[in-house]
């Protein structure tokens, strides 16, 4: 059961909040009590998950702003604005800005394998290293910084050489960046989803879908709500304990 007031005053940002994963964890961090600022490319959908967002006390205020997070100048205009808007840096950061460009290795063309590593880990470690930054000049004691990489970066999967590569190097960023930022008091920690019901999904033909959760132990697909519950975790102080790791949410795909 979620403790409604376990982020009360935390300010909180999250890349790819405008759709599915990115906008399950703007509500539920809301839901604790944490002001969020949603960041996403799609300036429409960005502003639809602002309007959702539950408030529980005055001074929990919301925000959208557009960001391309594969743009180092973005990225930083997008810390700008947070900081004259809330006079702080975020102290939770979650990086779920994410697209794929699925091909067979044989006929990926370069342009979409360099597109997917822009995106998936070059924006991760832009936004990771802005707002660490501004933690660390701020003199800030604590943060959680949350990257969402995907059980496919460990196992592989077909027509995915350029995502699961981003994926896989999204969880050797976080592990690094856990080790040199733990003595500022920031934790980095890596989600990986297994197969989650999103409008990335929805792109995958049904016939696929059915044979991969086939596989799936639990027997289904996992819903965004259910990653954003452990975002909550490590968001919060119930995680005070734990950095460098990747918690896989993927209903026991590929244990073992
Ligand atoms: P989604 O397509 O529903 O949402 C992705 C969001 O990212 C969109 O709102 C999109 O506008 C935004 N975005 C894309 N490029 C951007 C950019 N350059 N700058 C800013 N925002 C950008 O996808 P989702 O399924 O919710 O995925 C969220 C994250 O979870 C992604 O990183 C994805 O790789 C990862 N993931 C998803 C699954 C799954 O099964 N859905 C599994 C494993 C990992």
Do not use: W
Not at 12 to 25: F, Q
Not at 61 to 87: G, N, P, W
Not at 111 to 136: C, H, M, P, R, Y
Not at 167 to 186: C, H, N
């Amino acid at each position: 059961m979620a403790a409604p007031t376990r982020l009360l005053s935390r300010l909180a940002v999250v890349s790819g909040g405008g759709s599915g994963i990115g906008r399950a964890v703007c509500q539920r961090l809301a839901s604790e009590g944490a002001s969020v600022v949603v960041a996403d490319r799609n300036e429409e959908s960005a502003s639809q998950t602002l309007e959702t967002l539950s408030r529980h006390s005055k001074g929990q205020e919301h925000m959208a702003v557009t960001v391309d997070v594969s743009s180092r100048e973005s990225v930083e205009k997008l810390v700008t604005i947070i900081q004259c808007q809330y006079f702080q840096p975020p102290s939770v950061c979650v990086s779920a800005a994410g697209i794929t460009q699925d091909e067979f290795l044989l006929k990926m063309e370069e342009e979409d394998f360099d597109k997917v590593i822009q995106v998936n880990l070059k924006g991760t470690f832009l936004l990771t290293q802005a707002v660490s930054k501004a933690l660390v000049a701020a003199g800030a004691s604590k943060g959680s910084i949350i990257t969402v990489g995907s059980i496919v970066g460990k196992v592989g999967n077909l027509g995915q050489a350029n995502y699961s590569a981003s994926k896989a190097g999204v969880e050797g960023l976080t592990r690094t960046a856990a080790k040199e930022l733990s003595r500022y008091g920031i934790r980095c920690n890596c989600i990986l989803p297994g197969f989650i019901t999103t409008p990335m999904t929805d792109k995958v033909p049904e016939k696929v879908i059915s044979k991969l959760t086939s596989m799936v132990p639990l027997g289904r697909m996992g819903e965004p709500a259910e990653v954003a519950d452990v975002c909550a975790f490590l968001a919060s102080d119930d995680s005070r304990y734990i950095t460098g790791v990747s918690i896989e949410v993927a209903g026991g795909l590929f244990i073992g």
